[in-house]
């Protein structure tokens, strides 16, 4: 069994590790525990039954806060004292990565009976696309969820408009690789007017996902604007169903862009000329 014992950042770094070893479980016949992604289990159908979040799932009783940081705790402990000591058997092992390295999970990987992971960049893009649709299935919204995310998409989408979401990233972003990516609501507003004329013909809506709380569609002027559910989940998996995604680099939008095969432009240059072109499915 693969154990996940190490939390790399917030929700949608946590989806995306947990879905390449996911790809990886379903390539090779492998398990995975993954107590690292018991914050978010309840929001999801692959999770919320499961007392520690685990694939294939296994129902037990429902997942509870509770239990979260103790059962946590355990394995991080574990992992730690495993990765200490120096263990390399068929028994017990485990991996450990540094923030910017990178480890394939493919045929090479052969881990332990008992295989503690920790790290960020554990990667098979192939495998996240061959077994996509599994990976989609088990990271549907919990049913209670996916009920406000359709009656919030009811309000907005329709045929005759096309929506564009964009995520505005401040909070955090603004001191993330010092500030690179922090961009103000006035340069948001150029990009999108740059979107909405790259699609002369189409009637543009945008949907606005923040973590800025003080941000509302007063503050987009001139613009067909609509803010986002408000709660950081269905946020997510609002932006996942646009016909196109806009923001800077971030797993965040990246997860939305694979989980709805919608495509993606990410802000690097906001002084950049735009194609619609440049906008394709993140994987």
Not at 55 to 80: D, E, H, M, V, W
């Amino acid at each position: 069994m693969i154990i996940i014992a190490n939390k790399p950042g917030y929700l949608a770094n946590r989806l995306i590790i947990f879905s390449n070893f996911i790809a990886y479980a379903l390539e090779y016949d492998q398990k995975i525990l993954n107590p690292a992604f018991g914050d978010f289990a309840k929001y999801f159908q692959g999770t919320q039954k499961s007392s520690i979040p685990r694939f294939p799932q296994k129902n037990g009783f429902k997942t509870s806060s509770i239990l979260n940081k103790p059962s946590y705790g355990f394995f991080n402990i574990c992992a730690r004292t495993v990765r200490r000591l120096g263990l390399k058997s068929k028994i017990v092992s485990s991996t450990s990565l540094q923030w910017d390295e990178t480890f394939s999970l493919d045929s090479e990987f052969k881990p332990a009976r008992v295989h503690f992971i920790e790290g960020w960049k554990y990667r098979n893009t192939f495998l996240m696309q061959k077994h996509k649709e599994s990976i989609k299935s088990f990271f549907s919204l919990a049913s209670a969820y996916d009920e406000k995310l359709k009656t919030y998409m009811a309000k907005y989408k329709s045929t005759e408009i096309t929506l564009v979401g964009v995520h505005v990233r401040h909070g955090d972003y603004e001191t993330f690789e010092s500030g690179r990516f922090f961009y103000e609501v006035e340069t948001y507003l150029d990009i999108m007017r740059k979107v909405r004329d790259l699609l002369p013909d189409k009637q543009v809506r945008f949907i606005v996902s923040t973590n800025n709380t003080q941000l509302s569609k007063d503050d987009f002027k001139d613009l067909n604007v609509e803010m986002g559910p408000g709660h950081f989940v269905l946020d997510l998996y609002t932006l996942s169903h646009c016909d196109y995604i806009l923001g800077p680099p971030s797993t965040f939008s990246a997860w939305a862009s694979y989980f709805g095969n919608t495509p993606l432009y990410f802000i690097k240059d906001p002084k950049a000329i735009m194609t619609i072109e440049e906008f394709k499915e993140w994987h």
